[in-house]
Structures are given as structure tokens and as C-alpha cells.
């Protein structure tokens, strides 16, 4: 079974950078990957994903110019770089994969993904 392994979260003040990674072990599946967030009281929200090779990227609105998702296939490793944080960033983000083929439309949705990270805490001050 696929394993995930986020790192890279920490406390920034607005306007900040961090890039986050996910490690992934025992993932075979040529499919997408994303990345989610989940703000305390509110439901997980997709951020944004990749097709492998990058051929391929979806992001949520809210995160359009400021976040840019990308692999490394060699490192198996995923990443989102964010720039230009806001208060509203602040969520535990969660690393995801899936074993299905997607149809357009579903990439950032939390049903479309069945391996999951623990996630990594994201804090944005004002």
C-alpha cells in the first residue's frame, strides 16, 4: 500500500513562503497526485494537483498565481510551493494520492483520492 509522508509546514507571517513535500513509498500508479487542506471547523478542500510529469495541473482559485504544485519522479517526491501567504492559508495540508483514473472535473475533489498523508500544519499570522 502507498505511503505519504508530508513535510515542510511551519509559521510564517503574511506574505511568506513555504514549500511543502510529500515523499511517497510504494506508489505505482501513473495518476494524479494534489494537495489538500483543512481549516479547524471547516470540510477538506483540494488545493491543487498534478498529472504525472507535470503534464497536467489543476488548482483551486483561492490559490491561482500564489501556489505552484510539481514532482520529482526520481526523488518520488511532490511538492507546493506557496507564496505570498495569507491568513486564510492556515489549514493542516494533506498530501494525496489515488489508484483511479480521473475524470476532468474531480482532481481536486477529496473522493477521487484513496492514500492519504498525515498532514503537516501550515500557520499563517497576520
Known amino acids: 500500500e502507498a505511503q505519504l509522508v508530508e513535510s515542510g509546514g511551519g509559521s510564517v507571517q503574511a506574505g511568506g513562503s513555504l514549500r511543502l513535500s510529500c515523499a511517497a513509498s510504494r506508489y505505482t500508479y501513473e495518476t494524479w497526485m494534489g494537495w489538500f487542506r483543512q481549516a479547524p471547523g471547516k470540510e477538506r478542500e483540494g488545493v491543487a494537483a498534478i498529472f504525472p510529469g507535470g503534464s497536467s495541473t489543476v488548482y483551486a482559485d483561492s490559490v491561482k498565481g500564489r501556489f505552484t504544485i510539481s514532482q520529482d519522479n526520481a526523488k518520488n517526491t511532490l511538492y507546493l510551493e506557496m507564496n505570498s501567504l495569507k491568513p486564510e492559508d492556515t489549514a493542516m495540508y494533506y498530501c494525496?494520492?489515488?489508484?483511479?483514473?480521473?475524470?476532468?472535473?474531480?482532481?481536486?475533489?477529496?473522493?477521487?483520492?484513496?492514500?492519504w498523508g498525515q498532514g503537516t500544519q501550515v500557520t499563517v499570522s497576520s
Open positions: 494525496a494520492a489515488t489508484s483511479l483514473w480521473l475524470v476532468p472535473g474531480t482532481q481536486l475533489s477529496t473522493n477521487a483520492y484513496n492514500y
